[in-house]
């Protein structure tokens, strides 16, 4: 059993009384792809704890007179900003071990310096 069918438990009328959405409601915003419900292999749509806490926040916003193209906008928008979010947070690691790396490089040619510099005595140094 996969994770994603693990959480998706509740069929669409425990979704609908748990979330105080009617079903016809969740099949409209599932039909917008607001939201993607997990499908059994009988194609029995089940939700998650996550996918109802979504509908509560689609349905509050939808009440605040946002339409459902303007919600699937912001969706959208999220979904994109967590990515970039993710992708900086990589990009920062892979620049602290690039620094890394560089200190590290940089230290092993100050360590060959030491074998390489020959001190002159001031006897051998000719007026």
Same mark, same amino acid.
């Given at each position: ?5 693990? =959480?998706? +438990? %509740? ?23 607001? /939201? &993607?419900? %997990? ?15 979504? !509908? ?9 007179? /946002?339409?459902?193209?303007?919600? =699937? /906008?912001? %969706?959208?928008? $999220? @979904? $994109? ?7 900086? !947070? !990589?990009?920062?690691?892979? +620049?602290?071990?690039? &620094?890394? @790396?560089? &200190? ?8 060959? %310096?030491?074998?390489?510099?020959? #001190? #002159?005595?001031?006897?051998? /140094?000719?007026?």
């Amino acid at each position: 059993m996969s994770n994603e069918d693990s =959480k998706a +438990i %509740y069929f669409i009328s425990v979704a609908s009384s748990l979330s105080g959405i009617h079903q016809q409601t969740i099949r409209t915003y599932e039909m917008k792809g607001l /939201i &993607k419900p %997990y499908r059994t292999g009988g194609g029995t749509r089940r939700y998650s704890q996550e996918d109802i806490d979504k !509908l509560i926040q689609i349905q509050n916003l939808s009440q605040r007179g /946002i339409n459902l193209d303007g919600i =699937k /906008i912001i %969706y959208e928008m $999220k @979904d $994109k900003i967590e990515e970039l979010q993710n992708k900086i !947070l !990589l990009l920062e690691n892979e +620049i602290s071990n690039q &620094k890394i @790396d560089s &200190k590290n490089k940089e230290k092993e040619i100050h360590k060959s %310096y030491r074998n390489e510099i020959v #001190k #002159k005595s001031d006897k051998s /140094i000719r007026r």
